[in-house]
């Protein structure tokens, strides 16, 4: 007989830098961009987990994201672009977003990514960059993080990714 029970072991995610784009205050919700707007469509899901022998499903936790869009820019006077997200019951959260484009950043591009704050009580603030498999200019920056790698497939017509985010408790 194989044993029922399986042992779940957590890997905390790895933090990337913030960036130079935060803003505080991002609005509740689960669309990043607004109807219309150009870009290839992109949902982004998974679970808010945290670091220990039960990996428990966090509720209610915040993840905030903020990325640029599809021509590789940052709103940073409205808050297009950037949504709070809450974590629900089943512990699972889900966004809507444009597939980011790249940019200039002194005198090479960034990859494409995703930045995100997890917001848990009882947890160290974690904050990190999601970058896409297969980007050319993941090879040469220097904050990208293999461990971080979204790996999209097309569901239903849609490009959707499945990233499990798990932070470290503050004791």
């Not at 949902?43 to 499903?57: D, K, P």
């Amino acid at each position: 007989d194989a044993d029922a029970s399986v042992n779940i072991v957590c890997t905390a995610t790895d933090d990337d830098p913030e960036g130079p784009y935060y803003k505080a205050g991002a609005p509740t919700r689960s669309t990043l961009f607004t109807p219309g707007q150009p870009g290839t469509k992109l949902i982004v899901r998974g679970r808010v987990l945290g670091l220990g022998s039960s990996c428990a499903l966090l509720a209610g936790a915040i993840v905030e994201v903020w990325q640029a869009d599809a021509a590789g820019t940052y709103d940073t006077q409205t808050f297009n672009g950037r949504a709070a997200v809450t974590v629900g019951r089943d512990g699972t959260y889900q966004f809507e977003t444009l597939w980011p484009g790249h940019y200039l950043n002194g005198n090479q591009y960034r990859p494409a990514h995703i930045h995100i704050k997890v917001k848990a009580q009882g947890y160290i603030l974690l904050t990190t960059q999601l970058y896409f498999e297969g980007d050319p200019y993941n090879a040469i920056d220097s904050m990208y993080k293999p461990s971080l790698v979204l790996r999209p497939k097309i569901e239903n017509g849609t490009q959707v990714a499945t990233f499990d985010l798990v932070v470290v408790p503050t004791n």
